[in-house]
């Protein structure tokens, strides 16, 4: 397997609990804003923000991030992190990061670290999408014990 990887972030603006989350402030700055920093610090070779809001967008943007507009009819991230997968026309051999955009005081060692442990010896569990949806190396959120 490379060491290359991308990150994806999926963002939206329609939490019922917590609405337009990614642009809550922590300390002056967006949530989002603090997991662009994040991510543009890891080894990652691209990062790209994955959401269905203009406002997300336009914020993203003005942090130089690469921005995925996305359907709103998704029912989960790695939903919309699929799609964008797809409109990117990303290669299936290269690992996809899902970082939430809501974790911005992910350790970005363990974000460097988590694609690197995928090998042609190790078996990966591939996420099964819908039939017209192609199939990805899909990493998803990190679970510390």
């Known amino acids: 397997m490379s060491d ?3 990150i994806i972030v999926p963002a939206r603006s329609g939490s019922t609990r917590l609405p337009n989350k990614p642009l809550a402030m922590i300390n002056g700055r ?17 990062l790209y923000i994955a959401t269905d809001s203009n406002e997300i967008m336009d914020h993203c943007k003005s942090y ?9 009819d998704h029912i989960s991230g790695m939903d919309r992190i699929a799609e964008a997968a797809k409109i990117l026309d990303l290669p299936l051999e290269i690992p996809i990061l899902n970082l939430q955009g809501d974790e911005p005081f992910m350790p970005v060692q363990i974000i460097n670290q988590l694609p690197m442990m995928l090998s042609k010896d190790t078996p990966v569990s591939y996420t099964h999408l819908r039939a017209h949806e192609t199939s990805l190396h899909l990493v998803c959120r990190l679970l510390l014990e």
């Open 4 to 6: 290359s990887f991308v």
């Open 30 to 46: 967006s949530v989002i804003s603090r997991v662009i920093d994040l991510a543009n610090s890891s080894n990652a070779s691209n």
């Open 64 to 72: 130089d991030a690469n921005v995925v507009m996305t359907s709103s």
